[in-house]
Nanobody
Framework: QVHLVESGGGLVQAGGSLRLSCAAP????????MAWYRRAPGREREFIAT????????RYADSVKGRFTISRDNSKKTLYLQKGRLRTEDTAIYCC????????WGQGTQVTVSA
């Protein structure tokens, strides 16, 4: 069963922006820290950003710091990733994750950045 569902991916021009969403309608969403990861073709999954349960603390990978913003709306049980100044190397499948020891993973949404 799918517990986290990402959306908002697509084809974007380099330098453009995109917002990804991760819906968790059946999860105790506000109890969990959440995170975004990505996996590019032929590469290992890498950490992108994390946000604590109430949204007051965030942390970013160096590769996206200053370009991406993680946020959440606990009333909607939804996690967001606002992505700006996109680069071709940002092309990947983006997945959300419950940032706890046995947290669930989403199936991912594809983002393709064209030159």
């Amino acid at each position: 069963q799918v517990h986290l569902v990402e959306s908002g991916g697509g084809l974007v021009q380099a330098g453009g922006s995109l917002r990804l969403s991760c819906a968790a309608p059946r999860r105790p969403f506000s109890s969990y820290d959440m995170a975004w990861y990505r996996r590019a073709p032929g590469r290992e999954r890498e950490f992108i950003a994390t946000i604590n349960w109430n949204g007051r603390n965030t942390r970013y990978a160096d590769s996206v710091k200053g370009r991406f913003t993680i946020s959440r709306d606990n009333s909607k049980k939804t996690l967001y990733l606002q992505k700006g100044r996109l680069r071709t190397e940002d092309t990947a499948i983006y997945c959300c994750h419950e940032d706890v020891g046995v947290g669930y993973w989403g199936q991912g949404t594809q983002v393709t950045v064209s030159a």
